[in-house]
């Protein structure tokens, strides 16, 4: 049987964050700026979307001379699903939040 778990608000706070621009790759450091999160919690919210396929991720193609490339990050179309369910089913405080992401 699987069990499903309702998202963490950190986890929330990151589907948000990346379906503002759903297409757009992400570097890590900059969503943990956008939402407040710390690499130490950042990092694995990362990697489980990722395991669960409502991220893809890559090594940054270009990056500048002088320094290492990233990984980067974007919503797959069952992460964008995810996030548009969390907005309709948060409660009504965080819900026009969650909303005015997209």
Do not use: N
């Amino acid at each position: 049987m699987t069990r499903t778990r309702r998202p963490s608000p950190q986890t929330l706070a990151v589907l948000t964050a990346m379906a503002a621009d759903p297409t757009a790759w992400r570097h890590g450091y900059e969503l943990g700026q956008e939402v407040g999160l710390k690499t130490g919690s950042l990092y694995p919210i990362l990697i489980r979307l990722s395991d669960r396929h409502l991220l893809e991720s890559r090594w940054e193609t270009d990056p500048p001379a002088g320094r290492p490339p990233r990984h980067e990050y974007r919503l797959t179309g069952a992460g964008l699903e995810l996030a548009r369910a969390a907005a309709t089913t948060a409660p009504a405080t965080r819900r026009a939040e969650l909303r005015g992401a997209w």
